[in-house]
């Protein structure tokens, strides 16, 4: 088992940044691909970003790429997602995930093993 905690939410006025975090425990993290999905009011989930286990690679929606940077400390145990320049569309809450699996199929919500809590983000215009 893998338990997830994000923090770093808040509310940040469009054009503001903030810095969301996700620390992992109970299993090693460092062979785990890690995304980040948000959820809207009234939306459905949707994927955000990843990185894979060696952080070789990531990977973002088109609706945040050049905004939004994921990375991974994997001595801290941890999985980060900066968002800069911040749009209210932005608003949501957003969850950190971990994939026992593998790559291929990173944007895919259903196929992350374990959930954190998420943490609420919101963006006044």
């Known amino acids: 088992q893998v338990q997830l905690v994000e923090s770093g939410g808040g509310l940040v006025q469009a054009g503001g940044s903030l810095r969301l975090s996700c620390v992992a425990s109970?299993?090693?993290?460092?062979?785990?691909?890690m995304g980040w999905f948000r959820q809207a009011p009234g939306k459905e989930r949707e994927f955000v970003a990843a990185?894979?286990?060696?952080?070789?690679?990531?990977d973002y929606a088109d609706s945040v790429k050049g905004r939004f940077t994921i990375s991974r400390d994997d001595a801290k145990n941890s999985v980060y997602l900066q968002m800069n320049s911040l749009k209210p569309e932005d608003t949501a809450v957003y969850y950190c995930?971990?994939?026992?699996?593998?790559?291929?199929?990173?944007?895919?919500?259903?196929?992350?093993?374990?959930w954190g809590q998420g943490t609420q983000v919101t963006v006044s215009s």
């Open positions: 109970g299993q090693p993290f460092s062979s785990y691909c």
């Open positions: 990185i894979s286990w060696s952080a070789a690679s990531t």
């Open positions: 995930a971990a994939d026992r699996t593998g790559w291929r199929y990173r944007r895919l919500e259903y196929e992350y093993d374990y």
